[in-house]
């Protein structure tokens, strides 16, 4: 079973300044290195987050120690948006699933689909979501669906049989009979990997497929998903409950902001993905009218007055702030759970703003330019995430890949190999100034206005908004 690194033999000093730095530190307060106890998880058990690391990392003189929380910085970059670009190509790079992370997260489902089999001989287990899509990261959850003739699901009796066979951590098992789609949640004994399952629900197993026709579609998703999905991990913006959004409703914004981008061809593997990443949160972190309109991805893209998508809608329900019509259920509205939207628009706005000071033409003069990390600035892994992958690949290196191709099971390969990345040899030479929709809400109507990236600089280590 994984434990952290302070948990294990040998433990190294570092490691002790890594737990410290885990904790949460008010920025007025000293920070003393003595604890010897256990820190405790952070919220919701997240490996990835970075809460109460600002302090130490506020306080680095020199690019060295911050270094240790950019591992995919192994360059010099070129300056401006173009350097972007090459960072989110390594970012992309290095946290994309190696072989070792597929064939223990088939285990996993190996080990659940034999209770599940013990259970019902003739149910069909199916995997979705991001391991069905190959957009994972090193922490995420298994989505796992069970299609069998029941009147009703059978969550209770497959408790019983998880706890019997003692595959997950006593605690973890949790089941929500009261949710709109009712699962069961448990974390994997020997791997801390959370596992959901639901039972007899289609709409997961189509919606793997049709992000993987989009992911065809527009080769520059996968990379823009992985950095996005990063960034709202670690500020706990990851989950519904949480208060974030669902990677659902991520990619279907990635998709809509593609499809409607109005100077470039998204569909060209070539686009500068640091002008993307920067559009993005420019257009949902500060000129996404989020109280009139809702986004419509079927028939090519749109953006509907919310009155639209409410004429689809059934029991009563209203357009949630974040209004993303499902391009599979019309009248499901996507982002209906997601009540904390306007911080994640805060967050959104506040990447925007880092970003585009860090590639202005001033980013030149700044002190250590050549060490520090762009990406860094809004994003960083912690090294309990680094140690963790590490241990996988200890642990399951040499093993067979884990590949099946039967409906909705596991393609274990990311959706763009590593050892072949897009190119980046000449991207689109785009200035740093942006172009996005101005959102007024009303019917479909777009007023594209342009935001030049000119803005004074102020230099800041800040993370956790």
């Not at 010099?76 to 223990?104: I, Q, T, W």
Request: hydrophobic share 35%; charged share 20%; aromatic share 10%.
């Amino acid at each position: 079973m994984w434990r952290p690194r302070w948990h294990r033999a040998g433990a190294s000093a570092a490691a002790a300044v890594t737990v410290t730095s885990l904790l949460p530190v008010h920025p007025s307060l000293p920070v003393t290195h003595t604890h010897n106890h256990h820190p405790g998880r952070r919220k919701s058990d997240n490996k990835a987050s970075t809460y109460g690391m600002n302090y130490l990392l506020s306080n680095c003189t020199n690019g060295n120690y911050a270094s240790t929380w950019t591992p995919w910085k192994t360059r010099k970059y070129n300056p401006g948006v173009l350097g972007l670009h090459e960072e989110v190509m390594d970012l992309y790079n290095f946290m994309s699933p190696r072989p070792e992370e597929a064939a223990m997260r088939k285990e996993v489902v190996n080990r659940i689909e034999m209770i599940i089999k013990e259970l019902w001989p003739t149910a069909d287990v199916q995997i979705f979501g991001s391991f069905s899509t190959g957009l994972y990261l090193p922490t995420s959850d298994i989505d796992l669906v069970v299609f069998g003739k029941w009147e009703r699901p059978p969550l209770q009796e497959l408790e019983q049989a998880l706890r019997k066979h003692n595959v997950a951590e006593p605690f973890s098992i949790k089941v929500l009979d009261k949710a709109t789609v009712p699962i069961i949640k448990l974390t994997d004994q020997e791997t801390e990997v959370k596992v959901d399952i639901s039972f007899n629900v289609e709409t997961g197993v189509k919606a793997a497929s049709f992000i993987k026709d989009y992911v065809k579609m527009y080769p520059v998703l996968p990379y823009l998903i992985f950095v996005l999905k990063q960034f709202l991990l670690q500020r706990d913006l990851n989950e519904v409950f949480t208060g974030g959004i669902s990677s659902y409703s991520l990619i279907l914004m990635v998709i809509s902001f593609l499809q409607l981008h109005p100077r470039i061809d998204a569909r060209n593997p070539s686009e500068n993905l640091g002008v993307l990443l920067i559009e993005f949160f420019e257009l949902y972190g500060r000129h996404f009218n989020y109280l009139k309109t809702g986004i419509r991805i079927r028939s090519g893209g749109a953006y509907v007055a919310k009155e639209e998508i409410m004429k689809a809608m059934t029991n009563g329900y209203r357009p949630s702030t974040l209004c993303i019509e499902d391009p599979l259920l019309p009248g499901n509205d996507v982002g209906r759970g997601s009540y904390g939207a306007m911080h994640v628009k805060q967050v959104f706005d506040y990447a925007y703003t880092v970003l585009s000071h860090a590639v202005s033409p001033l980013a030149r003069s700044y002190p250590n330019k050549d060490s520090e990390s762009t990406l860094g600035r809004i994003i960083r892994l912690t090294q309990e995430v680094i140690d963790y992958r590490e241990w996988i690949i200890k642990k399951w290196g040499g093993r067979d890949l884990a590949r099946t191709d039967n409906r909705g099971k596991l393609d274990s390969a990311s959706p763009h190999s590593a050892d072949s990345p897009m190119s980046i040899s000449s991207p689109q030479q785009h200035s740093s100034a942006s172009s996005v929709s101005s959102l007024s809400g009303s019917d479909n109507v777009r007023n594209t206005h342009t935001h030049t990236h000119t803005h004074t600089h102020t230099h800041t280590h800040t993370i956790d908004r």
